[in-house]
């Protein structure tokens, strides 16, 4: 086939990078390869097709409001999804399960499902992933399936989550044992070097949110309880 449509899903917040998602795209010259653009608010992307070149920017269509069916993932080739925060990436997975290649970053649970496993803030290696899944799409190759969890399997396996992280051998339950801010840092260091935090992306989470989750070291471990 010769058009290969790349679609970018979420409200307009900043973690989504939907600015960024328009600057990896634009290195796409391929005049056939269009990009749809699915938010609550485009105002934000409309300035930045303002200083795009106009060959490009009607190459880009903006969607406000429009909720995405099934039918209108199915129509989807690759999902440009250049998230900075993920923990279980939903649109990823809808985009998977119909066969709809996914490009973004390995950020929380959303790097299992791409193209590549990007680290956070390559750009450069981002586009070449968007390049190889345009082209994959383009001779008509699709992702291996994905199975996507019932609701009550998705509901056990997020108990289990729960469980685990309000455990005491859990990442939580190691900060909140600790007496203060600077333990409660090392705490973590050591949490996510051992065996058992090791397998777990979750400690980028804890330091994007760590002025956030300093005052709460100012209370007595009573109080944090409550």
């Not at 880009?60 to 925060?85: N, Y």
């Not at 929380?108 to 992933?129: F, H, I, K, N, P």
């Not at 008509?140 to 998705?154: A, R």
């Not at 056990?156 to 900060?175: A, F, K, T």
């Amino acid at each position: 086939r010769a058009d290969v449509r790349v679609a970018m899903i979420g409200n307009d917040r900043p973690e989504k990078q939907h600015a960024l998602g328009l600057r990896v795209f634009s290195q796409l010259e391929d005049p056939a390869t269009t990009l749809e653009v699915f938010t609550d608010d485009g105002s934000h992307l409309r300035s930045h097709l303002l200083r795009m070149d106009r060959r490009l920017s009607r190459r880009i269509t903006i969607h406000e409001g429009v909720k995405v069916t099934p039918a209108i993932m199915r129509e989807v080739d690759v999902l440009l999804h250049p998230s900075s925060s993920e923990s279980l990436p939903r649109v990823a997975l809808e985009a998977r399960s119909q066969a709809t290649w996914v490009v973004g970053f390995n950020i929380g649970d959303l790097g299992q499902y791409c193209e590549a496993a990007v680290c956070w803030g390559d750009v450069g290696r981002l586009t070449e992933s968007l390049f190889r899944a345009c082209a994959a799409a383009r001779a008509g190759d699709v992702p291996p399936p994905v199975q996507v969890l019932s609701v009550s399997e998705y509901t056990d396996r997020l108990l289990g989550l729960i469980e685990e992280l309000l455990s005491e051998r859990s990442c939580w339950g190691v900060l909140n044992g600790a007496p203060l801010e600077q333990a409660a840092r090392e705490a973590l260091d050591a949490w996510t070097d051992s065996e058992i935090g090791r397998p777990h992306p979750i400690k980028r989470q804890w330091e994007t949110a760590w002025e956030q989750v300093i005052p709460f070291f100012a209370f007595p471990p009573e109080v944090r309880k409550v």
